[in-house]
């Protein structure tokens, strides 16, 4: 099993920037992707962006190229989303996820943190 907690969500301006981070633990030897995606009110889930565990490979919504960066810190065994130029539709609860080695989907949930930008 692996566990995800995410934090660093909260309310930014249009065109400022916030950082979310995602602490994978237990099996996290398990890993072979990790992604990041969000959910708005009133819509479907939509996938933001992944890298692979070892940190390289990072691959982006076209929604949020240029803006958004995923990036992992070995030493804490910490995947980030570095979110810039934020604007309003970017509102959303942003979840981080697990892609275990021999899996065919995300099977990893973190619990979700509320991003949201005002205009």
């Known amino acids: 099993q692996v566990q995800l907690v995410e934090s660093g969500g909260g309310l930014v301006q249009a065109g400022g920037s916030l950082r979310l981070s995602c602490a994978p633990s237990?099996?996290?030897?398990?890993?072979?992707?990790m992604g990041w995606f969000r959910h708005a009110p009133g819509k479907e889930r939509e996938f933001v962006g992944s890298?692979?565990?070892?940190?390289?490979?990072?691959y982006y919504a076209d929604s949020v190229k240029g803006r958004f960066t995923i990036f992992r810190d070995n030493a804490k065994n910490t995947v980030y989303l570095q979110m810039n130029s934020l604007k309003p539709e970017d509102t959303a609860v942003y979840y981080c996820a697990a892609w275990a080695r021999g899996r065919a989907k995300y099977d990893y949930w973190g619990q979700g943190t509320q991003v949201t930008v005002s205009s």
């Open positions: 237990g099996r996290t030897s398990s890993i072979n992707t």
């Open positions: 890298i692979n565990w070892s940190g390289g490979n990072p």
